[in-house]
């Protein structure tokens, strides 16, 4: 899903009011019109930069998407098996900065699912797969070498990225405040502090219900 895209400050002004238009209006609810009025240029300058409102939305999700990619100190602390108390961190301030400087992701990718689903699973395959997989194995090998609990890396990966996406609003629903913390440095050391005390390794885990009861003699 490559696009051909002029580069210019006039083609990131047209992108950046795009994906603000189309994180609360939707795909279908927002126009080129609207689009170039917010951009302060005229349609047929946008048409000149993007041939059809689909390659706009997709340039605008693109652009947010690109807040995900790691930093390189964090891919080598992946790849190099630094010790979670380093990689995780620096992974959470990554969510963390997303969730203040780029809020409109989220929903964009809502609104790809719903409205363009055709395409919406290739573009994560192509642009977020590749990091989350990459988390996913540095999980999995952490849980093999004894680091951190025995759990799903799997099911690990899905929940760091939810607390630290979607905390702040569940935090309102559930506090009546907003913002849950002051700044996205402040989210990302608590976000730390939660996942390292909850990820240490445990000396006994404690059994379910199910194994108690049949396991008096074992």
């Known amino acids: 899903m490559q696009l051909s895209i002029k580069n210019t400050a006039t083609s990131e002004k047209i992108v950046v009011s795009a994906a603000q238009l189309f994180a609360r209006q939707g795909y279908h609810g927002t126009s080129t019109r609207d689009i170039a009025r917010l951009a302060g240029v005229s349609e047929n300058t946008l048409f000149r930069h993007f041939e059809r409102k689909e390659d706009l939305f997709w340039s605008a999700l693109r652009w947010h998407a690109s807040a995900l990619k790691m930093r390189r100190d964090l891919v080598e602390g992946i790849a190099q098996g630094q010790a ?55 999980f999995r090998m952490n849980i093999k070498s004894g680091r951190i609990r025995d759990l ?67």
């Open 84 to 138: 979670p108390e380093v990689v995780l961190p620096k992974i959470l301030e990554m969510l963390a900065d997303l969730v203040s400087y780029r809020p409109e992701l989220l929903r964009l990718i809502s609104v790809a699912f719903v409205e363009l689903e055709w395409k919406a699973e290739a573009f994560c395959q192509e642009n977020l797969a590749p990091d989350l997989s990459a988390i996913n194995h540095y």
């Open 152 to 218: 799903d890396p799997t099911m690990l990966t899905a929940a760091l990225m939810t607390t630290a996406l979607v905390h702040p609003g569940i935090s309102k629903l559930i506090e009546g405040k907003n913002p849950a913390y002051s700044n996205s440095l402040e989210a990302s050391r608590a976000h730390s502090r939660f996942w390292l005390e909850l990820l240490a390794p445990k000396a006994a885990p404690y059994p379910w219900p199910a194994e108690r009861s049949g396991s008096a003699t074992s």
